[in-house]
């Protein structure tokens, strides 16, 4: 196969998503224990709710039986990233400014390589998070292209 399950059911979600005004956040094809699962994450400003979900996955199953990409069995999951929903591109972390957020980077920053606490600003280039360290805050700038992984947080 030339394309990955992932990129082939990305397109294929693509149309889908932006006809009901949705977001396309993740595609998820893994294998656990002897089941192969096809997760796909879907988000919108106002949330998702179960219709959302039911609607992308009935029009995407079509999709899928009509041009059968995938050679394994699977199950189809379609449902919202959740409360830590992850930041895949510079527009996820655009609309994560003024949010909790937990980021880890290929390499350290001022001797860390783990950051969670408040988005403050993203200017494409840099990340400011403002990191609260028992009583005092810490504001770390992190550059974008070091970042490994960034998610939404939940912070007690």
Partial sequence: ???KVTELVSEMTLPIVEEL?????????????????L??????????DLEDCGQVSERLSEKLDELDPIDQAYFLEVSSPG??????NEKDIMKAIGKAVHVTTYEPVDGEKMFEGT???????????SV??????????IPYKKVAKARLAVIL
């Fill in 39 to 48: 997760r796909v994450f879907i988000d919108s400003d106002r949330g998702v």
């Fill in 83 to 88: 409360a830590e929903r992850p930041l895949k």
């Fill in 21 to 37: 005004n949705l977001e396309l956040v993740e595609v998820e094809f893994k294998k656990e224990g002897p089941n192969w699962f």
């Fill in 119 to 129: 988005l403050t600003s993203f200017d494409g280039e840099q990340l400011e998070i």
């Fill in 1 to 3: 196969m030339s394309k």
């Fill in 132 to 141: 609260k360290i028992k009583t005092r805050t810490k504001t770390f700038t």
